[in-house]
């Protein structure tokens, strides 16, 4: 090997290296540092732990956390929907393949057009309601946007709908990468639909089930920010209602012009997302041995 | 047997409905007049009115918007594709020191949110006059989407058989010919893929959009209709008309391309 040929795979990545150093590199060693410093436009003086004191005495910063986790309940019902559904489709009903079509498809409208519609729908004087006292459920009749009790109620809903498209897509194809004869054979010994799904389907699924529920547990805490955006009227409202961590990093910076508290934030999320990262990576590898075992 | 079909038929059409209705429901009340909508909410409209299409492609910069979203989604999908064509063919095909870690960290990174990186980028953009223009939301948004890119295109370049590399250096081929010439014809499906999800993410985006195309003429239509929406707020018919044309690109493209839009965000679940 000549010179040169030892230095070609450096020239080839080379331009990648520069741009993820730039984008992820340089952004995430400046957290850490602005998150220590009492910035004002581009630097300031090192405070030490003084933001990080500020944001964890703040009731604001709390309450966007909890309603982060709170978010997290919206997991497990999307699981259930979207396996049922799934489950539903495989086996083979009449066109399948357009019911696909049509269920992926909240995935794939953007989301801020959805809230947009969606803010319309759910206004206390809006369709929702009006269907709703229609069918004489006048006590659900709430007011979804506007009520800071309901409001991010409003928004979880508003996530099962499009985050299900996805879990119904990915569970539908490990089912249609399954082995037969074994469905077959327990239909043949005469299970039941339910002992079926429960002791044939489900635990041939379990990579790609685990493998949605960590995905969908990183969304919750760090990808919402266009679901409450619009919903909340730009400030996570009504009062703080739909406040999320996203939004608070977001306002500090923008709205409020404090890059130290929004880093600081940041540094928190970005912690999250590092511990969230070995389960992710662990049932992404399971995820796809079972379908490697399966095929 | 029967009656069980009827029970699944039944909860189909109602995941149905349920995936349907808030397209449905914008159409329906953009044809509506604003004086009808405030008795018929939900019913099909008495009378169609075209009027809101209008308004709102004369009142409002929609083509703008959409046409600053295609150039940032087609600068930043272009700037992705060719680093990461570049890094992935390395990773997968030649030997050097760092690869594996290399790659683990490029992975890992499809796991930082997006929002994690932006206050350092906006004070450097601040600084450097980059907020509002092209170029810097391109890098950004380029960035964003490679390690998926090189996550992919590594594991597909992968699957290619080793005796086509070994037949073309045999034959006197450079890397980069065997880059051009063999592997990317043969990786048009997963490129395209690539295409679809990194173009969607970029299209779809609000936050970075926001914060970095502060000024009007740079505004994308995700940008833009946050703002409108908020603008004609009780002006719903208006506001689903522009719902309506704000959606259209994406629905039109979906449904000529449905495969395609399956395949790549299954891949792409991790975003």
């Not at chain 1, 020239?11 to 957290?31: C, D, N, T, W």
């Not at chain 2, 629905?251 to 679940?269: C, D, E, K, S, V």
Request: a neutral charge; charged letters at 15%; hydrophobic letters at 55%.
């Amino acid at each position: 090997m000549n010179q040169s040929s030892r230095l070609t795979p450096y020239l080839y990545v080379l331009p990648l290296v520069i741009l993820l150093s730039f984008v992820f590199g340089y952004p995430l060693v400046r957290i850490f540092e602005f998150s220590f410093k009492q910035v004002r436009g581009i630097n300031g003086p090192w405070i030490g732990l003084g933001n990080y004191r500020l944001i964890l005495s703040q009731d604001l910063f709390w309450e966007s956390v909890r309603h982060n986790l709170l978010l997290l309940l919206a997991v497990p019902v999307m699981v259930a929907w979207s396996l049922l559904i799934a489950i539903v489709l495989y086996e083979r009903i009449k066109g399948w393949r357009l019911y696909r079509v049509v269920l992926f498809a909240p995935y794939i409208l953007a989301i801020p057009i959805i809230a947009a519609v969606m803010k319309k729908m759910f206004q206390f004087s809006g369709p929702v309601n009006e269907v709703l006292r229609w069918l004489g459920m006048d006590f659900l009749a709430l007011d979804w946007i506007g009520s800071s009790d309901v409001a991010l109620w409003t928004v979880m809903l508003f996530i099962i709908w499009r985050e299900s498209a996805l879990g119904i897509i990915l569970f539908l194809a490990r089912l249609l990468s399954l082995d037969e004869s074994l469905i077959e054979a327990a239909r043949l010994d005469g299970a039941s639909w339910w002992q079926r799904v429960w002791h044939v389907l489900v635990p041939q699924m379990k990579g790609v089930i685990e493998f949605y529920v960590v995905v969908s547990v990183i969304t919750m805490l760090s990808s919402v920010f266009s679901y409450v955006y619009i919903m909340g009227g730009g400030r996570g409202g009504p009062g703080t209602s739909t406040m999320v961590l996203e939004l608070y990093i977001f306002s500090a910076l923008i709205k409020l012009s404090l890059p130290g508290i929004a880093s600081a934030v940041s540094v928190l999320l970005f912690l999250v997302s590092l511990i969230l990262i070995v389960p992710l990576f662990a049932v992404r590898r399971r995820a796809n041995e079972e379908e490697v075992a399966s095929s | 047997m029967k009656p069980d079909n009827a029970l699944k038929h039944a909860i189909l059409l109602f995941a149905v409905f349920l995936a349907l209705v808030p397209s449905v429901f914008m159409v329906l009340t953009a044809l509506k007049s604003e004086e009808e909508y405030t008795f018929n909410k939900v019913g099909l409209p008495h009378t169609v009115v075209f009027d809101h299409f209008e308004n709102v492609l004369f009142g409002s910069p929609f083509f703008a918007w959409m046409a600053n979203s295609v150039i940032l989604a087609a600068g930043a999908v272009a700037v992705s594709t060719v680093v990461s064509c570049l890094g992935a063919y390395a990773i997968a095909r030649m030997e050097f020191k760092g690869r594996g870690l290399l790659f683990s960290v490029s992975t890992a990174l499809m796991a930082i949110p997006p929002v994690v990186m932006i206050v350092p980028l906006f004070v450097l953009y601040t600084q450097l006059h980059l907020i509002s223009t092209y170029e810097g939301a391109i890098i950004i948004y380029a960035g964003l989407i490679t390690p998926f890119s090189v996550y992919l295109l590594t594991t597909f370049f992968r699957t290619l058989p080793r005796e086509l590399f070994e037949a073309a250096r045999i034959d006197g081929a450079g890397d980069l010919y065997i880059l051009l010439r063999i592997v990317i014809p043969l990786s048009l499906p997963a490129l395209l893929t690539l295409v679809v999800v990194n173009a969607l993410y970029v299209w779809n985006d609000l936050i970075i959009a926001i914060i970095f195309l502060q000024d009007d003429s740079k505004r994308t239509l995700m940008a833009g209709i946050s703002v409108f929406q908020g603008r004609y707020d009780n002006q719903i018919p208006l506001t689903m008309a522009g719902m309506v044309i704000a959606s259209a690109p994406m629905i039109i493209l979906y449904i000529a391309f449905q495969r395609h839009f399956i395949q790549g965000l299954m891949t792409g679940a991790v975003k």
